[in-house]
């Protein structure tokens, strides 16, 4: 069965640094797009970044491009999600979803591109 399970979220002080991780079981990241996700108390589920393995293209939102930084492991079939300078509008729950094949500038933000989500790991950015 597909599974994909986040961690490594937790309680930052602003301006400090997370790094999230994006475990797959039951199937190969290979050959996968995966997104990350997050969902804020009251607003919609936005798109933050993205990776397609196949080649190792990544995607930004305009919000975090030059703070965040995707990348993937696929001898540990996992993703990462690096959060650097950490803002109170960063907080949030994170998802990673996963689906087959690449998706490009026009469509990665998209959750229903997406075959597969984990169950989210919470951000929190409070000093």
């Known amino acids: 069965q597909a599974q994909l399970v986040e961690s490594g979220g937790g309680l930052v002080q602003p301006g400090g640094s997370l790094r999230l991780s994006c475990e797959a079981s039951?199937?190969?990241?290979?050959?996968?797009?995966i997104g990350w996700f997050r969902q804020a108390p009251g607003k919609e589920r936005e798109g933050v970044s993205c990776?397609?393995?196949?080649?190792?293209?990544?995607h930004y939102s305009a919000s975090v491009k030059g703070r965040f930084t995707i990348s993937g492991d696929s001898g540990k079939n996992t993703v990462y999600l690096q959060m650097n300078s950490l803002t109170p509008e960063d907080a949030g729950v994170y998802y990673c979803?996963?689906?087959?094949?690449?998706?490009?500038?026009?469509?990665?933000?998209?959750?229903?591109?997406?075959?597969?989500w984990g169950q989210g790991t919470q951000v929190t950015v409070s000093s």
């Open positions: 979803a996963a689906v087959w094949g690449m998706l490009y500038e026009n469509d990665w933000p998209s959750t229903r591109r997406y075959s597969y």
């Open positions: 990776i397609s393995m196949s080649d190792s293209s990544t």
């Open positions: 039951g199937f190969g990241l290979d050959y996968h797009s």
